[in-house]
């Protein structure tokens, strides 16, 4: 089963506008982290947000904020007053587990997001 | 950015013969991963390793062996490379201990033929 899930291939959004790109995991333990990286098309991985599972207020880093609904398993990555330099390839990561050290993360399958101007 | 460097860059390769990849690092970090990058999977971990000599397989580890005699250097080796293994590989580190990122390599572009 996927243990990280990003429902969209594609999006398309128009320059200054918010975006929202989800994510939805599944996981059984209690201690677990979930990342967002950002994929140009030069294609280097970008790191752009955490978010600790006992972390009480959502990440902020930024245009970028975490929208972390822990019953739900959500971890969209919101990107306010978008830019054309946000246009990448956007991953949903999770690490399960207390041992932070090893952080073995299981990525989803991205999703490309395309700014208009 | 931490300084991580791959080589090669580019190679293409026939069927069968081994291949050998290099992750080199400058920050000491006490972890190094090994991923492959497809159309349509994300990122998948192939090898970790948390130390030197100290490696664990991964999600997508057969076909694939790793080392780490420094901790500076961590090599992934296809023994005996398939058309299946054509990918983009990408190598991470990260301090010991630190929740937080991975630092990624610029990534290798494997083609074998």
């Known amino acids: 089963a996927q243990k990280i899930t990003q429902t969209q291939p594609g999006m398309f959004v128009q320059e200054k506008e918010a975006v929202t790109l989800d994510c939805t995991y599944d996981t059984s333990d209690q201690s677990y982290g979930l990342f967002w990286y950002k994929q140009p098309s030069s294609g280097e991985m970008i790191f752009l947000i955490y978010?600790?599972?006992?972390?009480?207020q959502n990440a902020t880093e930024g245009r970028y904020s975490l929208n972390f609904q822990k019953a739900r398993k959500s971890a969209n990555l919101v990107i306010s007053a978008s830019q054309l330099g946000d246009s990448a390839m956007y991953f949903c990561?999770?690490?399960?587990?207390?041992?932070?050290?090893?952080?073995?993360?299981?990525f989803g399958q991205g999703t490309r997001l395309t700014i208009n101007p | 950015d931490a300084g991580i460097t791959q080589s090669p860059r580019h190679k293409v390769t026939e069927t069968g013969t081994p291949v050998t990849l290099r992750c080199h690092q400058t920050?000491?970090?006490?972890?190094m991963y090994w991923y492959r990058q497809d159309p349509g999977h994300g990122l998948r971990l192939i090898h970790y390793?948390?130390?030197?000599?100290?490696?664990d397989k991964g999600e997508v580890s057969d076909g694939y062996s790793v080392s780490r005699s420094k901790t500076e250097d961590f090599l992934l080796t296809l023994e005996s490379a398939t058309s299946s293994q054509t990918s983009v590989y990408f190598c991470?580190?990260?301090?010991?201990?630190?929740?937080?990122?991975?630092?990624f390599g610029p990534g290798t572009r494997l083609t074998v033929t």
């Open positions: 920050e000491n970090h006490r972890y």
């Open positions: 978010q600790g599972s006992y972390d009480e």
């Open positions: 990561a999770m690490r399960e587990g207390y041992d932070q050290g090893a952080q073995k993360l299981v």
């Open positions: 991470a580190s990260k301090p010991g201990g630190s929740p937080y990122e991975q630092y």
């Open positions: 390793s948390y130390g030197v000599k100290d490696t």
